[in-house]
């Protein structure tokens, strides 16, 4: 065993998202990050080129898969 602790194993402990602790913080950080997209619509701000085409990308990855009203 390496001095840092245990290696760590695959797949991860959580089958919902690795590292997440419990099942409702994916949840809860889609929710944050629809709340923040709404934010930024509402205000008609405007993101750097690439941190919008990000912010799409991300949108369209967990817009499906959310069921989350509003993503």
């Given at each position: 065993?390496?001095?840092?602790?245990?290696?760590?194993?695959?797949?991860?402990?959580?089958?919902?998202?690795?590292?997440s602790r419990?099942?409702?913080?994916?949840?809860?950080?889609?929710?944050?990050?629809?709340?923040?997209?709404?934010?930024?619509q509402?205000?008609?701000?405007?993101?750097?080129?690439?941190?919008?085409?990000?912010?799409?990308?991300?949108?369209?990855?967990?817009?499906?898969?959310?069921?989350?009203?509003?993503?």
């Amino acid at each position: 065993m390496p001095i840092w602790g245990p290696e760590p194993t695959w797949p991860p402990a959580s089958p919902v998202w690795p590292g997440s602790r419990r099942e409702g913080e994916l949840t809860e950080g889609m929710r944050l990050f629809g709340a923040v997209d709404r934010m930024l619509q509402a205000e008609q701000r405007l993101l750097a080129p690439a941190d919008e085409q990000v912010r799409r990308d991300e949108l369209a990855a967990i817009a499906p898969a959310s069921g989350l009203p509003g993503l």
